[in-house]
């Protein structure tokens, strides 16, 4: 065997175990974590209300703004006792005037999770949820503030 071949020879075997040490750590290491983030929010509509979850389908937020990524996400919300939740009420104008909803005066209300859901009933309700802690893609959030408006006609 010549020289080129014995170093080609060594360098496939060394590559392969490589490989292979590599596989059996990740496979000693256990499931990874999803990918951590860099976002301290969500804003979406609501879906359902499971006990003290809320599925919400939307997208990632970065100080207040929408992260606008491609399709939207389907989040599982956890509620504690600790998360502020806002309901922002406002009139809808009779007549057929334009008008834009963030001009409208708003009656902001701090809400139990029970109100939010009977409210979800009546209205599709668009969230602002501000986060707790590190955001998991694919994993539960736990939410520190909600924040929904709710339209009034009368």
């Known amino acids: 065997m010549n020289k080129s071949v014995k170093v080609a020879l060594f360098v496939l075997v060394a590559i392969s175990l490589s490989a292979l040490v590599f596989f059996l750590l990740e ?6 974590l999803p990918p951590l983030l860099p976002v301290d929010g969500f804003h979406g509509n609501l879906s359902r209300v499971d006990g003290n979850r809320l599925v919400v389908e939307g ?28 309901r922002e009420s406002f009139v809808i104008p009779t007549g057929e005037a334009p008008f ?6 708003k ?48």
């Open 59 to 86: 997208v990632y937020a970065l100080k207040g703004e929408a992260q606008r990524s491609g399709a939207l996400v389907t989040a599982l919300i956890r509620v504690s006792e600790n998360t502020a939740i806002e």
């Open 107 to 154: 009656v902001k209300t701090q809400v139990s999770l029970e109100e939010l859901k009977n409210d979800s009933l009546t209205s599709t309700l668009g969230l602002l949820i501000e986060t707790r802690g590190e955001v998991r893609g694919g994993v539960e959030i736990e939410a520190a503030r909600i924040v929904y408006r709710l339209p009034v006609f009368e």
């Open 27 to 32: 496979r000693m290491a256990g499931p990874s």
């Open 100 to 105: 834009v909803v963030a001009d409208l005066p």
